[in-house]
Every structure is written in C-alpha cells, then in structure tokens.
C-alpha cells in the first residue's frame, strides 16, 4: 500500500471524496518491512528526523512548502543535552567549526549597566560538552546537507490528509499525491497537519476542548541577521567566545538581545511589518563597542530582507497523535523564545520518535498509535516544562511587579540553587538507540531516557529471537543431512 508519487499531477478537487479512514477502510496494510515515513516540513525537527530514519534505514521522504531554506530568528543556543545526538550523526565537528562557545547572559539596564549575569558555564563540566552559539542558517544547512536529496520534496506545500488501517493518504497545493504509513506533522506552529487531524478530530467530537482554541499571542518580536560587522566598532567579535546581552528597556516599549557572533548569514524568514518598528527603536542604547553603541549601529549593518517581526504565541497542544499521524517540534508545542529551548524541543522529539518508529513490530494502527503514544508519554513533561520555562524566562524582561520579583531571584539566587537548575538541564542528553552509544565525560550522569532504554531492549529482544531461529533452522538442517546421509 505504501508509495510515493511526487511529480504534480493534475486532478480536479474532490475535497468531499475523501473520508477519514482511507479509501477503503476495510483493507489493512499488514505488508512486512520498515513503515514508509511522510515528513511534512524541513524545518529542524523535521530534518533531524529525516536524518535519524535515514541512519536507521527507516524510508521516508521529506516535504516543504518553501523552495528555499527558511529559517526564523537569528541564531541557536547548542547546549550539551544535544551534543551526544550530534557525535552520533556524525555533525559534531563542522558544528563546533563553525559555531562560538557561550557561557553566559549578560542582562544590561538602559543605560549600559550591567545589571546581572545568568552564568551557566556549569554546564560544561556536568554535561561533557561546552554550550555554543550557532546562526540557525548554518546549523540548518549542515542538517540539510546530510539528508540525501532524492528524499527531499521542495516546493511542495501540503493541503489536507486521510488517514486509516491502509494507510494515510496526502494531497499537496500543486496536485501531488503521496501515499505512506506514517505522517509525521514538523511544519511548524502554523502547522497545516495539525489542522486536518483537528478538524476532523472535532466533527467526530473527540477534540478537547484546550485544542479547539487558537494559539494565544504573547509578544512581538524583532529577529534580525546582521551583515558581517565591523569587529574593531563591534569589538566583541574580537573574542573566541560569543556575547550575549539582554538590555532592558525601563520607558521603552520593548527589550532588546543580541548575541554577537562573528559568523551570522542570512536568513529570510518571511515579510513583516519590519520598517516602522526599526525607526521606533533606532536610538535604543546596546551595550559593548566604545559604549556608544545603539541598536542603529546593528539596524544599518543589517538588509531589510534579513530581518522581520513576528508575532508570537505560546501554547502546548494535548492531542499529539491519531491513527498514523503524529506531530513533533513546534507543530506540537509552541515556546516563548526567551528560554531559547524551541529548537531543543524539536531535536529531542525527534530523536525520541526515531527510537520508536525503528522498532515499529507492524504497520497496524494498533503499533502506531502504541510507538506515538510512548513517544508522547517521554516528550510531554519536557514540553511543559520548557512552557514554564520560556514563561519565567520572559519576565526578567517583563515591566510589572512579577518581573521585578523575577529579576530579584534571577540576580540574588544561591549558587546551590543554580545549580541544582543546571544539573537538571545537563542530565538530559538524549541518544538515538539504533546509533552506537556515544560515551561523555559529563559529571552529571545522563538520565533515564524512556525511548532509549525501552527500544533497546526490544531491539536485543528481537535480535536474540532471530539468532534462536537461526540456530533452530541450523540444527534442523543438521539433523536432515544425518538422515539423509544415513
Ligand atoms: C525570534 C525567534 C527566536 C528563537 N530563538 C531560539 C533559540 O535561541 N533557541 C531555540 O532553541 N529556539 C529558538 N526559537 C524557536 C525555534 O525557532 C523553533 O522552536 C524551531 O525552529 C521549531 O522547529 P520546527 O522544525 O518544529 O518548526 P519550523 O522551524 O517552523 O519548521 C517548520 C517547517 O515546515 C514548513 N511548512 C509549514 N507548513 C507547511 C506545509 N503545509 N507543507 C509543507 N511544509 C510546511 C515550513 O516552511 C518550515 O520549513 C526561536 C524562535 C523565534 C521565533
């Protein structure tokens, strides 16, 4: 039942002919091997499992609706919860070239003081690798390289799905349609797989109620890309270790932050009402340089195409999966970009589904509503968490009494405290459980990861079943050539 047919054909729309469970919801796709995998968006999560499936023999193919690489914001904060998964895909060495180590927040008052530092060069020692400043252009380049082409669908923006036992079927804006076993939904927040499965979710009444909302907005943002800067105006850019400063504003109707980092790109992540915005906070003071420095020396260092304002929303879903379809990174969860953990959020989910589709026991939907289900049950406290998280994260910038307190705890919190905090973060650093296992030198042992610990054991399971086969099969021919033999 699983296959592919990219080329755009033309077919008239016939949204109404299409039923939930399949064309033929009485046929069960019982046929043997690995599932064929559909990625809807080659975004980070999405790339990153297109990668893994790819590592693990999995088949897949991989779709996004923009003909060129998109990536929003400006650049990534690498920790070393995902530095493990990065040796095992072999990427660890072109990152670390090509990114700048970052220990540290240096939170700034208006007028060029610093008020604070949020200091997490723990994390180092307990995670095993140094946290690095990546431009999202370059980490999601090397992600792309890696991805063998043919797999690759571009521009190809997908419109709507059926799913049931034969398979799920997807129909794309340019006519294609692909058929395969899983649809995996990494298409963002705007997520158009989402959509499909909550609408139809809803006409059967069994959407909750939380998931019928719309995605709450919580903020604009400006995120922009510079030019390559002048390092002896910028002299930070002199430094091997990246800066990173928060200034907040006191009569100012925004906050500002900047990582400076010798190495930014482009990015081209969409249009926005970005002109206006930029006049309202040309003159506003940024810290570093002679100490004259306004975020107009940044705005003038950087083209227009280079930067844009985004509207942001914070919301985690509760239905992450039905039938074959299941939804990873920010299509599932939607973070404040102030505790800089989106992007993390979608590596680690994709790992975790990696481990669960590659031992898949059958294309039944009883199996893959099992694997979605264990994948979500490891995934969604760290989606709350990382809520939580961004949420506290965005008061220290905040104007109110709860920012205030937020600010007082962040700058006086006992060092015993923190570090507790940060021996939490380092303890996840989650691994692919078909990739050998990468050794650290962390001083925080790595936690129990639930996909990994439960799918290695099925693997050793089914690989000891198979060897006792073999070896059954072996001596049955053994005792055939005796008697033949006698
Ligand atoms: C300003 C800003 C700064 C940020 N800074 C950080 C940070 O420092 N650290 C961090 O960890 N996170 C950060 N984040 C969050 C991070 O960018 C996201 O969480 C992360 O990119 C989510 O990855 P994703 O792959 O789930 O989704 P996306 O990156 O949104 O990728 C989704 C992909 O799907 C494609 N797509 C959408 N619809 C369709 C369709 N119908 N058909 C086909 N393809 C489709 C899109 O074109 C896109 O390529 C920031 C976010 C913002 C907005």
Known sequence: MASTTVEATTIQSKDDDFVIYGPDCT?????????????IGAGIAGLTLALLLHKAGVPFDIFEKSADSRTIGSALYLGPDLFSIFHQLGIAEEIIEQSKPCHSIDVYSENRERQFRIDF?????????EGRLIPRTVIYNILL??????????????????????????????GAEVEGDILVGADG????????????????????????????????????????????????????QCHFYNTLGTDKPYSESSKLHNNFRTTDWGEGAVGSMCDEIRDYPIPGGDGT????????????????KVMLEEKVFDTWYHCRT???????????????????????DAIALANWI??????????????????????????KAAYNHGRNMSNVSDKDLKATITRFISKNMPHWLWKMFLTKISAQRPQAAFLPYVQDNGTVKAAYQHSLVK????????????????AAAAAQDGASNVVATV
């Open 358 to 383: 590659n031992v898949l026991p059958s294309k039944r939907v009883k199996h893959t509503e099992y694997i979605f289900k264990e994948y979500k049950k490891e995934r969604y406290p760290f989606a």
């Open 145 to 174: 390289s890696k991805v063998p082409p043919q797999n690759i669908h571009k521009p190809m923006r997908m419109l709507s799905m059926t799913q049931g036992e034969n398979g799920v079927h997807i129909r794309f804006a340019n």
């Open 326 to 348: 299941v939804l990873i990174g920010d299509a599932a969860h939607k973070i404040h970009p102030a505790g800089g953990q989106g992007a993390l959020l979608g590596f680690h």
């Open 121 to 129: 060069a723990l994390l180092r020692e307990m995670g095993g690798y």
């Open 455 to 470: 799918t290695t054991k099925m693997m050793k399971d089914q690989a000891a079943k198979t060897a006792a086969a073999a």
């Open 293 to 308: 420095l306004t975020l107009a020396d940044l705005i003038d260092g950087t083209p227009m195409s280079q930067m844009t």
């Open 189 to 240: 927040a705007y997520s158009a797989v989402r959509q499909t499965l909550y609408e139809r979710l809803k006409k059967d009444n069994i959407l909750p109620a939380s998931d019928a909302k719309d995605l709450p907005f919580s903020c604009v943002c400006l995120a922009g890309h510079s030019g390559t800067l002048n390092p002896e105006k910028f002299t930070e850019l002199k430094d091997p």
């Open 27 to 39: 046929v069960y796709n019982d046929t043997p091997g690995k599932p064929h995998v559909l990625i």
